[in-house]
T-cell receptor
């Protein structure tokens, strides 16, 4: 019974490249949430997706960042033209429904380093 | 913005009970209190949640005051592996799509 799977665990990109972060939710979970944690800071909400729909993207930067959760396959967080300030840990979480009282199950994160 | 206030750090001796306070004076009737922890930059881990009654599970106990304006997470016999940042979060699950909003949390250090 696998938990939330994120890959890669570590990703190094040069400035200007694209970063793609993948998140496979727990079996039976159709709601996915992405959070970002800058070094020595707390977790900041980025985006909430249901299959094929973006429900809440209030925490997403206006440029270069996008997210999708297709009907088949993992959720993808895409960062175009990365800059040093994008270096952070990106966590994905999933839940079976938006009303699940047990909250979310988090993955182990992807650590992005921009050099 | 987070709707909770927690002390930035606490220490506890190994084997003793760790009591982590949280103030949520503006909590509304439909909002639950959740506790998560993050061990050394791993993904946050769910601990416990409650609405108004005290709750206990295999990890911890949650004591919520009668007016619901504050709560305490209790780790009954703290071990070194409980060293982590503990987050207290209030969340409305009735309105739907209420995301978890993390504050700064309490950095709990368990000392041998």
């Amino acid at each position: 019974n696998a938990g939330v799977m994120q890959n890669p665990r570590h990703l190094v990109r040069r400035r200007g490249q694209e970063a793609r972060l993948r998140c496979s939710p727990m079996k039976g979970h159709s709601h996915v949430y992405w959070y970002r944690q800058l070094p020595e800071e707390g977790l900041k909400f980025m985006v909430y997706l249901q299959k094929e729909n973006i429900i809440d993207e209030s925490g997403m930067p206006k440029e270069r960042f996008s997210a999708e959760f297709p009907k088949e396959g993992p959720s993808i967080l895409r960062i175009q033209q990365v800059v040093r300030g994008d270096s952070a840990a990106y966590f994905c979480a999933s839940s079976p429904s938006r009303w699940d009282s047990y909250g979310y199950t988090f993955g182990s994160g992807t650590r992005l380093t921009v050099v | 913005d987070a709707k909770t206030t927690q002390p930035p750090s606490m220490d506890c001796a190994e084997g003793r009970a760790a009591n982590l306070p949280c103030n949520h004076s503006t909590i509304s009737g439909n909002e639950y209190v959740y506790w998560y922890r993050q061990i050394h930059s791993q993904g946050p881990q769910y601990i416990i949640h409650g609405l108004k009654n005290n709750e206990t599970n295999e990890m911890a106990s949650l004591i919520i005051t009668e007016d619901r304006k504050s709560s305490t997470l209790i780790l009954p016999h703290a071990t070194l592996r409980d060293t982590a940042v503990y987050y207290c979060i209030v969340r409305d699950i009735i309105q739907g799509a209420q995301k978890l909003v993390f504050g700064q949390g309490t950095r709990l250090t368990i000392n041998p």
